[in-house]
């Protein structure tokens, strides 16, 4: 999915150097129950990223219910109960080209047991990663070989544009 703004005024520059990226991540256990707290947070905070896991998301629960002022919504739901991922990306970083990376691009993405939602965004690549505990050594490395798939994947499409950051 590449989801393509009109550019707008970055703030995200200092005397013409780019400054890094300022990001809020947290495990919640349930982010509807949440959605209040995390507005106070990200209100005083003003992160350029919120990543959450465990968001207990799913298709019945509308991106409105879970909305952030000036904040664009990327979420993965699980299936099951439990899990799923949620990116909020500031409105300043609209202006950048974002995509998302999909089965379509990386097909073991949805077969390694862990969750993944890794994102383009401009010139930094974000990749959420919600690995839970298994007591199997062959998960985890089915894992760590789709995680590196998505990072070769991601840094191979990033490889036209210099300074890449990876969050």
Same mark, same amino acid.
């Given at each position: 999915?590449?989801?393509?703004?009109?550019?707008?005024?970055?703030?995200?520059?200092?005397?013409?150097?780019?400054?890094?990226?300022? !990001?809020?991540?947290?495990?919640?256990?349930?982010?509807?129950?949440? !959605? *209040?707290?995390?507005?106070?947070?990200?209100?005083?905070?003003?992160?350029? $990223?919120?990543? $959450?896991?465990?968001?207990?998301?799913?298709?019945?629960?509308?991106?409105?219910?879970?909305?952030? *002022?000036?904040? $664009?919504?990327?979420?993965?739901?699980?299936?099951?109960?439990?899990?799923?991922?949620?990116?909020?990306?500031?409105?300043?970083?609209?202006?950048?080209? !974002?995509?998302? #990376?999909?089965?379509?691009?990386?097909?073991? #993405?949805?077969?390694?047991?862990?969750?993944?939602?890794? #994102?383009?965004?401009?010139?930094?690549?974000?990749?959420?990663?919600?690995?839970?505990?298994?007591?199997?050594?062959?998960?985890?490395?089915?894992?760590?070989?789709?995680?590196?798939?998505?990072?070769?994947?991601?840094?191979?499409?990033?490889?036209? #544009?210099?300074?890449?950051?990876?969050?």
């Amino acid at each position: 999915t590449e989801i393509k703004r009109e550019p707008q005024e970055k703030k995200r520059k200092s005397g013409g150097k780019a400054v890094q990226p300022s !990001v809020l991540l947290s495990n919640v256990r349930s982010l509807p129950g949440k !959605v *209040d707290e995390i507005m106070l947070l990200v209100s005083q905070c003003n992160p350029d $990223f919120c990543a $959450f896991i465990e968001t207990w998301l799913n298709h019945d629960i509308p991106d409105t219910s879970i909305a952030l *002022d000036n904040y $664009f919504i990327i979420r993965k739901d699980r299936d099951s109960a439990g899990g799923g991922l949620i990116c909020y990306l500031s409105n300043s970083y609209l202006c950048e080209n !974002v995509r998302v #990376i999909t089965s379509s691009d990386v097909p073991s #993405i949805n077969d390694c047991g862990s969750e993944l939602l890794p #994102i383009i965004v401009g010139s930094l690549l974000i990749i959420l990663v919600y690995h839970p505990y298994w007591n199997d050594s062959a998960m985890h490395l089915k894992c760590i070989d789709c995680l590196t798939e998505n990072i070769d994947f991601s840094f191979t499409t990033l490889l036209d #544009i210099h300074n890449s950051d990876i969050i």
